[in-house]
């Protein structure tokens, strides 16, 4: 491909502001062509309606990413594949593990690059922790994901609705991080998910996970916790205890910081799509969301007090 890669970027919310443009903006092998949101705008952005008319407008377009609701998302990454696109996808990479596999394949065929993005991955203190745990022995793992959903979602009704997750929307940013670091795979073994009554995600999830050496990983995710936020993962090992904390920002061996750095996610995200492209693969990873996809088949539910924002 000569010159950078013509992206457009669909879904002009949250993230698409906070991260996604200004990455893409400081990024050379981009260049950020268009937008598509029914309703938003965006300073110094040509925004389309809808996806279709954006590609009808830029038909020279490379690439689409994907910062739209989950719910939203494989109507419009089968719509760009079958045009021909390379799709990057938000987290998570869909409603429902087959129709992101559905993707897959559809991306194989097509030749082109689909990108499940994980963006807690990469967090700066998440790979030197892959590192130290790489060459020690686990005992045992404790992930706390405690949240103010009042101040990271206020008004967002996608995320109680089905498909947006609940409190596992920032949840699944804990299992990102968990099934990086982890030298083996791991599997749910019991699970409560706690529904306020009058939402159909939940606000609250206890979980316990098992490996095939037996140790014990337990996560709590609160989406009511005021006060001091946290998203913290503990790993106890024969050699010390590791601590992630500030969602991977920060690693800390027994309590003593060995690596703080404010590296933002989003420059390396888009380092790894153009990679990807360059190399015609795709990198789709759906091992955090079926970790939470068996929390819904296995968990009990409690129903909790109504939610109100
Ligand atoms: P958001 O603020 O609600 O924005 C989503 C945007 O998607 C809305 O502004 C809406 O545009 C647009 N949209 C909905 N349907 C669309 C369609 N069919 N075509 C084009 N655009 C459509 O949500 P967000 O917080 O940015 O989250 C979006 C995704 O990013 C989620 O999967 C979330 O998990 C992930 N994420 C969010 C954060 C965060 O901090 N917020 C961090 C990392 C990842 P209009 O306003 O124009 O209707």
Redesign the pocket.
């Known amino acids: 491909m000569a010159g950078p890669i013509q992206i457009g970027i669909?879904?002009?919310?949250?993230?698409?502001?906070?991260?996604h443009i200004p990455a893409l903006r400081a990024d050379p092998a981009f260049h950020l062509t268009a937008g598509?949101?029914?309703?938003?705008?965006f300073e110094g952005l040509e925004?389309h309606?809808?996806?279709d008319e954006m590609l009808d407008a830029h038909p020279d377009l490379d690439a689409v990413a994907?910062?739209?609701?989950?719910?939203?998302?494989y109507?419009?990454a089968h719509a760009a594949l079958s045009r021909g696109k390379h799709v990057f996808l938000?987290?998570?990479p869909g409603s429902t593990l087959s129709e992101v596999e559905a993707l897959r394949q559809q991306a194989k065929r097509m030749d082109r690059t689909l990108f499940a993005s994980w963006?807690?991955r990469f967090a700066p203190a998440v790979e030197p922790a892959r590192q130290w745990l790489a060459e020690r022995t686990i005992k045992g793992v404790r992930i706390d994901w405690r949240e103010d959903v009042r101040q990271?979602?206020p008004g967002?009704?996608?995320?109680w609705r089905p498909g947006g997750?609940g409190v596992f929307?920032?949840g699944?940013?804990a299992l990102s991080i968990a099934t990086a670091i982890l030298p083996r795979p791991f599997f749910l073994t019991d699970a409560e998910l706690r529904f306020p009554a009058n939402r159909a995600a939940p606000v609250a999830a206890d979980l316990r996970f098992s490996d095939e050496t037996g140790i014990e990983i337990i996560a709590g995710f609160d989406w009511l916790r005021t006060g001091p936020q946290t998203w913290d993962i503990r790993v106890e090992t024969d050699q010390g205890r590791l601590r992630l904390s500030l969602g991977g920002s920060v690693m800390a061996i027994d309590e003593a910081v060995v690596s703080q750095t404010h590296e933002a996610e989003y420059p390396g995200l888009y380092r790894r799509f153009a990679q990807l492209i360059a190399q015609g693969r795709s990198d789709v990873d759906v091992s955090p969301m079926r970790h939470v996809a068996d929390a819904f088949l296995r968990g009990r539910r409690v129903q909790t007090a109504p939610f109100e924002d």
């Open positions: 669909v879904g002009i919310g949250k993230i698409a502001r906070d991260q598509a949101s029914p309703h938003a705008g925004v309606h809808s996806l994907l910062c739209t609701p989950p719910q939203e998302r109507a419009l938000e987290k998570p963006h807690s990271w979602h967002q009704e996608w995320i997750l929307d920032p699944i940013n």
